[in-house]
Nanobody, 124 residues
Framework: VQLQASGGGAALAGGSLKLSCAASGSILSFNALGWYRQAPGKQRELVAIFTSDGSTSYTDSVKGRFVISRDNGNTINLQMNRLRPEDTAVYYC????????????????????WGQGTQVTVSS
């Protein structure tokens, strides 16, 4: 199981960026699927996730500005609008306990997986 994040970069406050995370196969089910971030000197925090019943959850500071979505079976996106300097962080995609179809084989795991992280820098 591999996750590859992309789309980070620099933006001005009020601007937008879109992050994408490509999994190594189709994600058929999971315990949780989404995005976390870690700012310098701070702990990693949840940004937005899909839960196992398909509902979404956002941390309060991004509600109304960020939208999590899925394209097909293996890509997770995070559309970030009205960015703020405090959104500056390394963003990680994450899947917990996935069931995946990889190269025509079903792979079930009880593990948590992380992408490599992508830097988002927002300046005022």
């Amino acid at each position: 199981v591999q996750l590859q994040a992309s789309g980070g970069g620099a933006a001005l406050a009020g601007g937008s960026l879109k992050l994408s995370c490509a999994a190594s196969g189709s994600i058929l089910s999971f315990n949780a699927l989404g995005w976390y971030r870690q700012a310098p000197g701070k702990q990693r925090e949840l940004v937005a996730i899909f839960t196992s019943d398909g509902s979404t959850s956002y941390t309060d500071s991004v509600k109304g500005r960020f939208v999590i979505s899925r394209d097909n079976g293996n890509t997770i996106n995070l559309q970030m609008n009205r960015l703020r300097p405090e959104d500056t962080a390394v963003y990680y995609c994450h899947v917990d306990k996935p069931l995946m179809l990889i190269n025509d084989q079903y792979v079930a795991s009880g593990e948590k997986y992380w992408g490599q992280g992508t830097q988002v820098t927002v300046s005022s």
